[in-house]
C-alpha cells in the first residue's frame, strides 16, 4: 500500500484524475487531501463525490473554501467573486455531500506525521493542535454547527487565549488551521498577505519557520498557500498547494520516500485573489 498527500484540488477534477493516472492509484492505496476540495477550479461537484465515493482511501481535512461552502449551505455565508459552487446547490445529492463534507477533520494525525490545511501555530504542540481541533470537529457534528456558522467569519481574535469561549474560541481555533499564513512568535495572525514567505509582514514570519521543539520528529503536511508553490526550505514541514487552480500545477507527495508527482494545470493562468 502506498499513501499519498495532493495538495488543495479546488474543484480542479479533470486534474486530479490525471494525477491519480500518473501515481497509478490503486484499491489499495491512500490518499490524503490538504484540504479545499472545492471552488474556484471548473468542477467542484465531481470532485465532492469522487473523494466521497473513495471512502476510507481517502482522508480529506477541512479547508477555508470547504467551509465557506458549509457556510453558505448553512444561511450564514454568501456568494463571493469568483465562487463556482452551484453546481453543488443543484444537485440531487446536495444534501449527502455536505452532510459528509461537514463530517471531515480539521487535522489528521498519524503518529509522527501530521496533515492539516493550513498548518500548526507556532504556540500549540502537534498534540495541542489536534485536541483544538477535535473540539470543533465536536462542533460541527452536533447541536451548535447552526452557531459555529452564524459566528465563523472574522478576523478577531486574532491570537489564542486559553480562556476563550463559545464562537470566539472555535473562530480562532479554525483561523490557526484553515487560514494561517503569517504569525508573531505568540501566535498572532495576520490575514492580508498571501505573497511568498520572502515577503512576510513586519513583525510577522510563516509559521513553519519558528522552532517548536515539541513539533521535533513530526512530519507536517499542508496546503493553502499557493504562492510557495511547495517550498519552505524545511525537511520536515511539505507545502502541498501548488496552485492548480491559478494555472500552476497540482501535486502529490508519496510518503514512503517523499517523491513528488505533478500534473500541469488545464485553468488558464492567473493570480491568487
Known amino acids: 500500500m502506498a499513501r499519498y498527500v495532493i495538495g488543495d484540488i479546488q474543484g480542479c477534477y479533470d486534474e486530479f484524475r490525471t494525477l491519480l493516472d500518473v501515481i497509478h492509484f490503486s484499491d489499495s492505496d491512500q490518499l490524503w487531501?490538504?484540504?479545499?476540495?472545492?471552488?474556484?477550479?471548473?468542477?467542484?461537484?465531481?470532485?465532492?463525490?469522487?473523494?466521497?465515493?473513495?471512502?476510507?482511501?481517502?482522508?480529506?481535512?477541512?479547508?477555508?473554501h470547504d467551509l465557506h461552502l458549509l457556510a453558505i449551505a448553512h444561511g450564514h455565508g454568501t456568494f463571493k467573486r469568483g465562487d463556482t459552487l452551484e453546481a453543488i446547490f443543484a444537485a440531487e445529492d446536495r444534501d449527502e455531500l455536505l452532510h459528509w463534507l461537514q463530517h471531515?477533520?480539521?487535522?489528521?494525525?498519524?503518529?509522527?506525521?501530521?496533515?492539516?490545511?493550513?498548518?500548526?501555530?507556532?504556540?500549540?504542540?502537534?498534540?495541542?493542535?489536534?485536541?483544538?481541533?477535535?473540539?470543533?470537529?465536536?462542533?460541527?457534528?452536533?447541536?451548535?454547527?447552526?452557531?459555529?456558522?452564524?459566528?465563523?467569519?472574522?478576523?478577531?481574535?486574532?491570537?489564542?487565549?486559553?480562556?476563550l469561549e463559545g464562537a470566539e474560541r472555535w473562530r480562532v481555533i479554525t483561523n490557526y488551521l484553515t487560514r494561517m499564513r503569517f504569525v508573531t512568535p505568540n501566535g498572532r495572525l495576520e490575514f492580508k498577505s498571501k505573497s511568498s514567505m520572502d515577503e512576510p509582514p513586519e513583525g510577522f514570519l510563516?509559521?513553519?519557520?519558528?522552532?517548536?521543539?515539541?513539533?521535533?520528529?513530526?512530519?507536517?503536511?499542508?496546503?493553502?498557500?499557493?504562492?510557495?508553490?511547495?517550498?519552505?526550505?524545511?525537511?520536515?514541514?511539505?507545502?502541498?498547494d501548488t496552485g492548480c487552480v491559478w494555472g500552476n500545477t497540482l501535486t502529490a507527495l508519496r510518503l514512503d520516500d517523499q517523491r513528488l508527482f505533478s500534473v500541469p494545470s488545464l485553468q488558464p493562468l492567473s493570480v491568487e485573489a
Do not use: C
Open 206 to 240: 510563516p509559521w513553519f519557520l519558528y522552532k517548536n521543539p515539541e513539533w521535533s520528529g513530526s512530519y507536517i503536511y499542508f496546503g493553502h498557500w499557493a504562492a510557495l508553490l511547495g517550498q519552505t526550505g524545511m525537511h520536515d514541514v511539505f507545502a502541498l
Open 33 to 64: 487531501i490538504a484540504g479545499d476540495l472545492v471552488n474556484r477550479g471548473p468542477d467542484s461537484l465531481n470532485t465532492l463525490r469522487f473523494v466521497k465515493s473513495l471512502g476510507d482511501q481517502a482522508i480529506s481535512v477541512l479547508g477555508n
Open 104 to 163: 471531515r477533520p480539521l487535522l489528521h494525525r498519524d503518529g509522527r506525521q501530521v496533515l492539516v490545511h493550513a498548518g500548526l501555530p507556532p504556540i500549540w504542540s502537534a498534540a495541542d493542535a489536534e485536541m483544538y481541533a477535535r473540539e470543533v470537529e465536536e462542533v460541527l457534528r452536533g447541536d451548535d454547527a447552526p452557531t459555529y456558522f452564524a459566528h465563523m467569519y472574522g478576523n478577531q481574535p486574532d491570537r489564542w487565549q486559553d480562556d
